[in-house]
């Protein structure tokens, strides 16, 4: 009688092959079926702190047609005519007809001081998915010698739907790819992309239940995609490649598969568990945002473990031999089985005779590029981060000639009825000095007054509304104007507004990242405490983990707050990266690496529970799997790449922080840090102090007898 719960599993479905993906279907379709049921809820408001408060108290009075208006702007500018040239009072025209055809509702127009620039101003509309910023653009074909330009709530677009779509259409000829090189066959490599994407899909079907317990962000399926595309291949592939291997060792495709089961199959359990556990710190920041992407990623991790411990024994089982059709003649590639590769056991075995001036050397490398994470500053990108060089400058220039443009702080105050006239004496109080310490600009638009004694303002603030300028004025506002204006007891305030949410969405996200950290490495401590029965192997896995992790912000750092990497990448540099993304990197870093970690040190082990000294377990561990997590890092970073193509600049630079961490870790981490780290330690590695015996023994595989492991490469 077979006691591996995942053993019996793949048992089963490889002993019922068209049941097993007939019930896989069924789920997939289910979980679409969900959502078809259920719909989706967006999250329409990811505030927090005083900026959520703000906002409540707005609504409780009737909602936004009760807020200070909000403007979209069009600018024009000429270095050379004036705005009394017939030329540029023809462009003014065009510019104010356009932007009353596309916003509705009338235009007011302003001259800047110098006599070369002019504004035309609405109220905002309904111009969604960048149809204001199209017809700017159309208006400056139409009128060359003029620079004109805009910004307001609706001359932006959301492009995430459009980057979803590209990413979508690119990720599957991309990680088709690298599989082809891996395998060198068709049918191998098209069985981890199957599997990828039915779990994405199924993912996909139970957002819409889960949306209604965690509103769902507009980037929370493009993540879904970028980490289920990852996981859900490099699952499949660990299965297929250990199957491969048990084959060529003369197994019966059944054997092999119960087999694979008991190993592979419990490996992607673990890994899987991991990953989970990590995104499942996303939790602990309490933000509306973080809990969306954390219940989304846990999702589609879920739904590849299921896949890989299920379907894929079915699949392999009807397949048989047949998996290695579709050989592609003269295609060089990558021997993920390792079993004809003399290029890993060359490298450990270098690593193995001087693990010092390997450990040191590599750890050097690291620690250097981690050293610019020293000064990662956090922040929402500026306005001005994806717009061309020449669009940016005159959104700056516009700025500039009109203060009153930039993005406002909306103070909400509410008040009993009899301190209403202190009120208004006090918020005149309150923008006058405002204005003369150049914390806001004039004109401040009043809100309409609420039946509840709720009265808003909108102050612009100074700087661009979203850099440190724009920042320290809503931090002022709070500590000094706000209290000393309108502290008195009674009345209730809020400052509030896109600034401001940026301001409380940082603080929240500084304050919350080491209870993060904490709730990820204890939990991972544990579980690898109890997989390997080893006080060493997790807390070397959590030092490598955090040494790769820190040298992918480092890179962060220098691409997305220099400049030189501007060009390449499409943005223009603000010194900040987007506020969420360390905390998220970490978490998913820290997953992820720990697939690699957990696959590299099942096997080592397998050969210690076989009889093997330390270093032919190392070596046997390392060489057998080098070929596999070579092919899964790749296909990350051919994932992971693509989103750093695309034109939203926090998915951009997670796809960036992703494939740098990831080559990183398959490289440096794995095969120098941590075969010399296990040379050094030796017996030491698997140290478990006697009041832990206690802990239940977790059935593995034993590897081959230690004649049969790979030879160690020749001394070159």
């Known amino acids: ?60 009075q009737g909602g936004r047609n009760t807020w200070p208006a909000q403007w979209d702007y069009g600018y024009l500018r000429s270095a050379k005519l004036r705005v009394t040239d017939p030329a540029f009072r023809s462009a003014i025209a065009d510019v104010k007809n356009r932007m009353e055809s596309v916003l509705g509702g009338t235009t007011t127009v302003r001259f800047g001081a110098g006599g070369h620039s002019a504004l035309v101003a609405s109220e905002a509309g309904q111009a969604f998915g960048g149809a204001l910023q199209s017809s700017l653009a159309q208006a400056a074909a139409a009128h060359p010698q003029i620079q004109i330009g805009g910004d307001g709530p609706g001359s932006g677009s959301d492009n995430s739907s459009k980057d979803l779509h590209r990413a979508e259409k690119l990720a599957l000829p991309v990680t088709l790819f690298v599989l082809l090189f891996a395998f060198g066959s068709i049918v191998a490599a098209l069985v981890p992309v199957l599997l990828g994407l039915t779990a994405v899909v199924a993912a996909f079907g139970l957002l819409g239940p889960i949306s ?134 060359a490298v450990v075995d270098r690593v193995l005779r001087r693990p010092a001036v390997s450990l040191v050397a590599a750890a050097a490398v690291l620690v250097a590029l981690a050293l610019p994470a020293l000064h990662l500053h956090i922040a929402e990108p500026d306005s001005n981060t994806l717009k061309p060089q020449s669009d940016a400058a005159l959104t700056a220039q516009m700025f500039s000639d009109f203060p009153q443009t930039s993005e406002p702080a909306l103070l909400v105050v509410r008040a009993p009825a009899a301190e209403q006239a202190q009120v208004n004496q006090e918020l005149a109080r309150l923008e006058s000095l405002a204005a003369s310490r150049g914390i806001a600009h004039p004109p401040f638009t009043v809100g309409a007054r609420g039946a509840n004694g709720i009265t808003s303002v909108a102050l612009p603030l100074t700087g661009r509304g979203n850099n440190d300028a724009s920042r320290e004025a809503v931090r002022t506002l709070r500590s000094d104007l706000v209290p000393q204006t309108l502290g008195n007891p009674g009345i209730e305030t809020a400052v509030t507004g896109t600034t401001a949410e940026d301001v409380d969405f940082t603080h929240q996200i500084k304050h919350g990242m080491p209870y993060v950290i904490g709730f990820v490495l204890v939990l991972a401590f544990l579980l690898l405490l109890v997989t390997f029965r080893s006080l060493v192997v997790p807390i070397k896995a959590i030092v490598l983990n955090l040494l790769s992790v820190s040298a992918a912000y480092g890179v962060l750092v220098l691409v997305f707050q220099r400049h030189w990497a501007e060009g390449i990448f499409g943005f223009q540099s603000n010194g900040t990266i987007i506020s969420w993304l360390p905390l998220f990197l970490f978490v998913v870093l820290f997953g992820l690496s720990m697939d690699y970690h957990v696959f590299i040190l099942s096997r080592i082990r397998e050969g210690v529970d076989s009889g093997m000294n330390n270093d032919d377990a190392v070596r046997y561990g390392i060489t057998r799997t080098a070929g596999v997590v070579t092919s899964a890092a790749l296909v990350m970073v051919g994932v992971f790449s693509i989103f750093g193509t695309l034109s939203q600049l926090d998915v951009k630079e997670a796809g960036v922080g992703l494939a740098t961490a990831i080559l990183i870790d398959a490289t440096i981490v794995r095969a120098v840090l941590l075969p010399a780290s296990m040379k050094l330690l030796g017996k030491w590695n698997w140290y478990l102090p006697r009041w832990l015996e206690w802990l239940p023994h977790t059935s593995r595989e034993a590897a081959p007898p230690a004649g049969a492991a790979l030879p160690a490469a020749r001394a070159q």
């Not at 920041?285 to 991790?301: D, E, R, Y």
């Open 212 to 345: 209604h317990l965690f509103p769902l962000d507009s980037s929370v399926k493009t993540i879904v995609l970028l980490i289920g595309m990852a996981v859900g291949v490099d699952y499949a592939l660990f299965f297929v490649v250990r199957s491969r291997e048990e084959r060529g060792k003369g197994l019966a495709s059944h054997d092999a598969l119960e087999r694979t089961a008991r190993t592979s199959g419990r490996t992607v359990v673990i890994a899987g568990t991991t990953v989970a556990i990590a995104m499942a710190g996303q939790f602990v920041v309490g933000s509306p945002i973080f809990n969306g992407i954390a219940a989304g990623t846990i999702a589609v991790v879920a739904c590849a473990v299921a896949g890989s411990v299920t379907v894929l024994p079915a699949v392999l089982e009807l397949l048989g031999p047949r998996i290695d059709r579709g050989r592609i003649p003269f295609l060089p590639h990558l021997h993920a089985d390792s079993e004809k590769s003399r290029f890993w056991p």
């Open 1 to 60: 009688m077979n006691r591996h719960p995942i053993a019996a599993i793949g048992r089963w479905s490889a002993a019922h092959p068209w049941y097993a993906i007939t019930l896989w279907l069924a789920f997939v379709a289910a979980a679409l079926g969900a959502l078809a049921v259920t719909g989706s809820k967006t999250l329409n408001n990811s505030s927090i702190g005083e900026s959520k408060r703000g906002y409540a108290m707005l609504d409780s």
